[in-house]
């Protein structure tokens, strides 16, 4: 327990702060569970899931709670799934 006041109010800080992180990254595992199943069952809701956990990791990196490139490398690994999969090849 903090014996001074700055310290306890860094304490309930980063508590609030681990609570609210965490439960961003539990979402965005989510999201990359429903869009890999949706993906890979080539199911119509595939497209918007995608387009959902990239808003979601791009908002996670934005608030601090992803590195830059740990939220390209998940954007970019569910984008080669969904590409591979609904035939769109590049040019």
Avoid: H, W, Y
């Amino acid at each position: 327990m903090p014996n001074i006041k700055a310290a306890a109010k860094a304490l309930r800080q980063s508590k609030k702060l681990q609570v609210r992180n965490a439960a961003v990254k539990n979402n965005i595992k989510s999201l990359v569970k429903k869009s890999t199943k949706a993906i890979q069952t080539k199911s119509e809701t595939a497209a918007a899931l995608v387009k959902q956990l990239a808003k979601a990791v791009d908002k996670a990196v934005q608030k601090g709670v992803l590195k830059k490139n740990t939220g390209r490398r998940r954007q970019s690994r569910i984008m080669k799934k969904f590409n591979a999969a609904f035939g769109v090849t590049k040019k």
